[in-house]
């Protein structure tokens, strides 16, 4: 269990382009998109870290991995089925300090905070993507 914190956040950005697959005709107009956040790993481990704190404490830190899974819809620049979709998945991992958090192996609680996205076309078959999350993690 925590000793002093019971609470702890990281702000990231995801920020990099998405290509509609060659299979897949390419863009006359964006349309909208859909994005579902997957947690695939969770977990507290034991640094040899103290803060500077008198006396000191140790740091935890918490590793957290997951998958943004983006869905686009768009115009496409054929006559025929003119509404496409394509699907994405954007790995993310992070290490957050825990200053006095819990020890190891401890059950915790990760919450993804959307703060921000922009999905945008920059050509035919190149989409701009900037996601802004937050992950508050708690304990159960």
């Not at 702890?8 to 956040?37: C, R, S």
């Amino acid at each position: 269990m925590a000793n002093g914190n019971s609470e702890v956040f990281k702000e990231f950005v995801i920020n990099h382009n998405l290509i509609i697959p060659d299979v897949k005709p390419p863009m006359e107009a964006f349309l909208q998109y859909k994005i579902q956040y997957e947690i695939t790993k969770a977990e507290v481990i034991d640094t040899r870290l103290l803060t500077d704190d008198d006396p000191p404490l140790p740091i935890r830190k918490v590793i957290v991995a997951g998958v943004a899974k983006i869905l686009v819809k768009y115009v496409a620049e054929v006559p025929d089925q003119q509404v496409h979709g394509a699907h994405f998945e954007e790995p993310f991992s992070q290490l957050i300090e825990w200053p006095d958090g819990p020890t190891a192996g401890t059950s915790i609680c990760v919450e993804i905070v959307e703060e921000y996205v922009n999905i945008y076309m920059l050509d035919e078959r190149t989409l701009s993507k900037t996601i802004v999350l937050q992950l508050n993690i708690t304990l159960p």
